[in-house]
């Protein structure tokens, strides 16, 4: 008998009953602990989105669902950012699919410690060149087509008040996905050309003058397929967290929305 037994022996009635319960408690809890950190290492989980950088297709405040089994896995699957406390030998993949052009991934930025979010613009062995605001692959200009201009409250940055032309741009093959551009003359409008090696990606975000992707100095680069958790499948759902103002466009709260 251990001494932990020994002390408990001793203990009244009720106090032995209190210890039991919290024995099973502990045990329940640890059992869910264990399932959670299971079903968001290798099958789902819901990521936050911070920014505007994928506006309008993600809005600030929406809460996403990632599914992780979509590519593969590497250490960064592990939740809570646990895959950057190993070992960088640990740095492999054991991978069964490649994103596609225009999927809408989460991926591991190890420079910054930061997750992110970005769409597949460049596979490997693609030329990606943005010219006067306007994204060319594989030397062929990517077609946009403008819905509308809007004007819009910043969550951060400056100015508070943004106008963008809305667009809907086709990357090759078909894939159609809205964009925000401020204009075609801002910092990160003209890029390379360059070309992506293998085993990486080349990603940018919606919002293409408010977005630190591959083009942009301090942004994550040739991104390694190692480093992406898995794709961004829908929004189950999201309340609208912005005033109605005159003249300012506000998006609604969405139900389903799938990416």
Known sequence: MNRLQEIARHLPAWARSGLGEARDTVRFLAGVAALWFAMTSV????FYIPSESMQPTLEVGDRILVSKWAYG???HSLPLGLGDQLPDSWDGRLGWAVPERGDVVVLRDTRQSLTLIKRVIGL??????VHEG???ING???DRELVDVRSYRQHHGYPEVVEVAHYVETLPGGFTHEIYERGDRERLDEFGPVIV????IFLMGDNRDNSTDSRADGGPGFVPMSHVIGRAETVPFTFA???TEPGLYCPSGRVWHWL
């Open 140 to 142: 062929n200009l990517i």
């Open 134 to 136: 306007r994204l060319y």
């Open 124 to 129: 490997p062995g693609d030329e990606i060149a």
């Open 197 to 200: 090696p293998a085993d990486r």
């Open 43 to 46: 099958a789902f989980a819901f």
């Open 73 to 75: 896995y590497s250490r």
């Open 241 to 243: 967290r912005c005033r």
